[in-house]
Nanobody
């Protein structure tokens, strides 16, 4: 299983970015996809999680109302639309996936995810 994340960059406070993550090689029909980030001086933290069908979604409290996770089932791609970005959103964003039994919600703990992408850097700065 491989994940390819893209879309990071430099954006001023209040700006927007859309991250993409293409999942390939997953043989399970049902799987979770999560976005996580490693920000300076903090441990890796969850950002948003969903399933490949998009039916169950979780957001970290500090990104609720600003970030939107969505999936394109046909393209095996998950997106993270980020708006009203803040300096504290700066970090390396990773997508990850794990196979699930049908109907289960996506796990929010990074330790539950089996496959990881390479990360994409998001820098929010004026």
């Amino acid at each position: 299983v491989q994940l390819q994340a893209s879309g990071g960059g430099l954006v001023p406070p209040g700006g927007s970015l859309r991250l993409s993550c293409v999942v390939s090689g997953m043989t399970s029909d049902y799987y979770a996809i999560g976005w996580f980030r490693k920000v300076p001086w903090r441990e890796r933290e969850d950002v948003a999680c969903t399933t490949n069908g998009g039916g169950s979604i979780y957001y970290r409290n500090v990104v609720k109302g600003r970030f939107t996770i969505s999936t394109d089932y046909a393209k095996n791609t998950v997106y993270l639309q980020m708006g009203s970005l803040k300096v504290e959103d700066t970090g390396v964003y990773y997508c990850a996936t794990v196979a699930l039994r049908a109907g289960l919600p996506p796990p929010t703990s990074s330790s539950r995810y089996q496959y990881w992408g390479q990360g994409t850097l998001v820098t929010v700065s004026s």
